[in-house]
């Protein structure tokens, strides 16, 4: 089966920029993967962020951006927020029938 | 707007099945296009996918979960549900419910349901 790997944790300074990696173990992460990015407070349920490689829900920040870079899905965060602080999850398809969740990547903004 | 909301038995038995629904309101589980999804997070952990219907009824599972895992609709009641099988303790989680938009491709989720497995 395949493996998801993201960043254990990154920090970020108020204002700052980060990004965040997905990448596979089968390879190249491509739009076929149709990547997700998933947001994680404490206490409270996962909410898309980012779907199909770069494609932002209602509710998601413009300082957040979704890509492809160097083999991997992206999630850019520019401008950090303290309230960005939280659990961040990729998911990736493999041909629509297997889906497969990154380990997170722990964000603090300090 | 839509909402998804998980229920069912919050304490298990080892070696017993456990069950659980997601109501869907603002939306209809007929519609085509979507699908629909069960996730879990053990605590402390992170999230794993169990599987989903599509709304012809094909259904993909995790290869690790799939001998015990069923996911089924029930247009009538417009929700779905999941049973797991012969549970153990490491199936301990929060077990979350989501929509698929296959054409949009966006996710909504519910707000998950603690399950414990424990004699």
Sequence with gaps: QAVVTQEPSLTVSPGGTVTLTCGSSTGDVTSGHYPYWFQQKPGQAPRTLIYDTSNKHSWT?????????????????????PEDEAEYYCLLSYSGALWVFGGGTKLTVL | QLQLQESGSGLVKPSQTLSLTCAVSGGSISSGGYSWSWIRQPPGKGLEWIGYISHSGNTYY??????RVTISVDRSKNQFSLKLTSVTAADTAVYYCARRDGVRGTLNWGQGTLVTVSS
């Design chain 1, 61 to 81: 920040p413009a300082r957040f951006s979704g890509s492809l870079l160097g083999g991997k899905a992206a999630l850019t965060l520019s401008g950090a927020q």
């Design chain 2, 62 to 67: 995790n290869p690790s979960l799939k001998s």
